[in-house]
């Protein structure tokens, strides 16, 4: 039973590693009541009802946006749960992630 609600690692956590953001960054950054053990089932891909999905992905908006500059900012296009979480309605597999440039600015910086 418990395989069924386990999905393995999930894009999120690749995308996590790319911004070099951390469990503890998104859960500084959340206006939600938001604790490290939700991220981490989250990233190792222990199933989430949409609405926790839906908090884990605001906050890793949040946590991204509080790092970018201002002219960064207007370039950022906003995840999307769909996007980090291979078992939600939506996933697309092989979709090209429009926030590339910005990651590579951030990380050369």
């Given at each position: 039973?418990?395989?069924?609600?386990?999905?393995?690692?999930?894009?999120?956590?690749?995308?996590m590693?790319?911004?070099?953001?951390?469990?503890?960054?998104?859960?500084?950054?959340?206006?939600?009541?938001?604790?490290h053990?939700?991220?981490?089932?989250?990233?190792?891909?222990?199933?989430?009802t949409?609405?926790?999905?839906?908090?884990?992905?605001?906050?890793?908006?949040?946590?991204?946006w509080?790092?970018l500059?201002?002219?960064?900012?207007?370039?950022?296009?906003?995840?999307?749960?769909?996007?980090?979480?291979?078992?939600?309605?939506?996933?697309?597999?092989?979709?090209?992630?429009?926030n590339?440039?910005l990651?590579a600015a951030?990380?050369?910086?």
């Amino acid at each position: 039973m418990t395989g069924e609600r386990d999905h393995g690692v999930q894009p999120m956590d690749g995308l996590m590693e790319q911004w070099v953001l951390n469990n503890h960054d998104l859960v500084e950054a959340s206006p939600e009541q938001l604790n490290h053990k939700q991220v981490q089932k989250a990233r190792k891909g222990r199933q989430l009802t949409l609405h926790s999905m839906q908090k884990v992905t605001r906050a890793l908006n949040i946590a991204i946006w509080n790092r970018l500059s201002k002219e960064q900012k207007e370039g950022y296009f906003e995840y999307h749960h769909h996007w980090l979480f291979n078992y939600a309605k939506g996933y697309q597999e092989n979709r090209v992630d429009p926030n590339d440039a910005l990651k590579a600015a951030l990380r050369a910086s």
